[in-house]
């Protein structure tokens, strides 16, 4: 299937590792033109130079998201080069782990990073993308979220704000203006995703059996969650807006 995205330009936030390098990658692979950003610069120069082998142009940038000033560096930096900017994935997040089981015992202050690094970094980068779709009547944003933002459950700051992602791409898929300017908006939910040094390799390493839980017997990879991201960034996707899309192995209980 022709996905339809040679020479679109595309920013992967956090793309530097894990489930947004793997979408850097297939982006990369259908011939987009990718930016990623994150923190480490070691962990980010080494993504850069495997995307660099499918011969488009990549871009690798300093943002912590925590910081807007750095967002809106970043994003105008994506601007200076690119030109225009026709797909965002807004991928990082995370906080599942953070705080205690304990909710009163929690800091208020877990609750709010956490709405900030997935909530508002999402928000702050879509305001950001959605002028220049609208001029060029072409746009595709994807928020990554999880299966806990559909169906409740795991650390309560994490969940609401993975709903509150989960909320942004319907509400922005159901406005005219937007879906009649050619863009669309939608999310996708994984479940478990095994990415090394991440908090599922230390569960795993320390309960052998966990994985029995999951229905297929295993943690989901990187890939498989990248798939149906860049399906949902490509020509075909189309007629999907607003929809929030499980990616889970059948982990979650929601319909
Ligand atoms: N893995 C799972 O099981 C799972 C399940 C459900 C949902 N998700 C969601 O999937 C998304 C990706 O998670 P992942 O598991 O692939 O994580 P990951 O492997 O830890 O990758 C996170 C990426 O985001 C960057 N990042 C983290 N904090 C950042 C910050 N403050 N500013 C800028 N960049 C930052 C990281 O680079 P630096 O650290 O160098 O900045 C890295 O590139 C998240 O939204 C997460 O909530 C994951």
Do not use: Y
């Amino acid at each position: 299937m022709d996905l339809g995205l040679k020479g679109k330009f595309a920013l992967v936030t956090g793309g530097s590792h894990g489930i947004g390098l793997a979408t850097a990658i297939d982006l990369a692979r259908e011939g987009c033109h990718v930016a990623i950003c994150s923190r480490n610069p070691a962990r980010r120069a080494d993504a850069k130079a495997r995307l660099e082998a499918f011969g488009t142009r990549i871009l690798a940038l300093e943002c912590d998201v925590l910081q807007p000033g750095q967002i809106e560096r970043c994003f105008g930096q994506v601007i200076e080069s690119f030109g225009t900017l026709h797909i965002l994935v807004n991928n990082v997040g995370g906080g599942g782990r953070w705080g205690s089981d304990v909710v009163e015992e929690t800091e208020e202050r877990v609750w709010s990073e956490v709405f900030e690094k997935n909530a508002m970094a999402a928000v702050r980068f879509t305001k950001l993308a959605m002028p220049f779709m609208r001029t060029q009547k072409w746009g595709r944003v994807v928020t990554i979220t999880s299966r806990l933002g559909r169906e409740g459950g795991g650390r309560p700051w994490f969940t609401m704000a993975k709903a509150a992602q989960t909320a942004m791409m319907k509400t922005l898929g159901m406005m005219p203006g937007l879906a009649r300017d050619g863009i669309t908006f939608n999310s996708v939910a994984p479940g478990a995703v095994m990415i090394p040094d991440t908090g599922w390799e230390t569960a795993l390493a320390g309960d052998p059996n966990l994985a029995d839980q999951f229905p297929l017997g295993r943690l989901g990879r990187p890939e498989e969650v990248a798939a149906a991201v860049a399906f949902l960034c490509s020509e075909r996707a189309s007629l999907v807006n607003g929809a929030a899309i499980a990616v889970d192995g059948g982990e979650s209980r929601a319909f």
